[in-house]
């Protein structure tokens, strides 16, 4: 999960209020990078979307990773399916390539290519939600090929993957998040669309992953 925003400060102070996340610099990464971290353990980075990198306009959003074996090939897959790229591949250092893409319904996916990181660990589903759930899968399925084991997907919400995020007290965050909550979903700031649930015991911060 990668957290891209236009103002990150102010996307980590609202994050931090209402889940309690902690938002940190990792000084053992070159790129002095922020990380997301929830319970003590890293959940996710944060981009800049006023990096060149990204075209202008690019709208906020958590990108979600699906773990591909070839990057180049499975975005030109998508791409001619209906897809428009966003960021074309591209070498993230030596921890592996990517690419950025809006998929036919709307919803934002980055492709990942892993070397030495795999990419985050949390095997759980994660849920696209969409007006054409039947056609996204099928849209995955050609361009992946094979339907991702650990997907889900629904209709209704705003077009995109999401994950859900387990709380221990959720109608305190609830409260938190004000008017930010409504249709059942916690909406940032800047547009990026989260759920919520109640903790269950045992179970996991959040529900969502890298996929293959």
């Known amino acids: 999960m990668?957290?891209?925003?236009h103002?990150?400060?102010s996307a980590a102070e609202f994050l931090t209020h209402v889940l309690g996340w902690r938002f940190a610099v990792d000084e053992n990464d070159w790129r002095r990078a922020t990380k997301i971290y929830a319970d003590g353990e890293p959940i996710g980075g944060v981009s800049d979307l006023s990096d060149p990198v990204y075209p202008p306009g690019t709208p906020a959003h958590l990108a979600h990773y699906l773990a591909v074996d070839d990057v180049d090939r499975r975005t030109e897959a998508a791409t001619g399916r209906g897809a428009r790229l966003v960021v074309p591949?591209?070498?993230?250092?030596?921890?592996?390539?990517?690419?950025?893409?809006?998929?036919?319904f709307g919803a934002a996916v980055s492709f990942w290519q892993a070397r030495t990181f795999s990419g985050w660990t949390e095997p759980r589903p994660m849920v696209l939600g969409c007006a054409d759930p039947d056609g996204a899968r099928r849209f995955y399925r050609d361009v992946l090929g094979a339907e991702p084991h650990l997907a889900e997907f629904a209709a209704g919400g705003p077009p995109g993957w999401r994950l859900t995020v387990a709380v221990d007290d959720l109608p305190a965050a609830v409260a938190r998040a004000g008017d930010r909550f409504h249709d059942g979903l916690l909406h940032t700031p800047e547009g990026p669309v989260l759920g919520l649930a109640a903790r269950q015991p045992g179970s996991a911060t959040v529900r969502s992953t890298s996929i293959s």
């Open 2 to 5: 990668d957290l891209k925003a």
């Open 7 to 9: 103002d990150p400060h």
């Open 89 to 104: 591949p591209f070498d993230a250092g030596d921890q592996g390539r990517m690419a950025t893409l809006l998929d036919p």
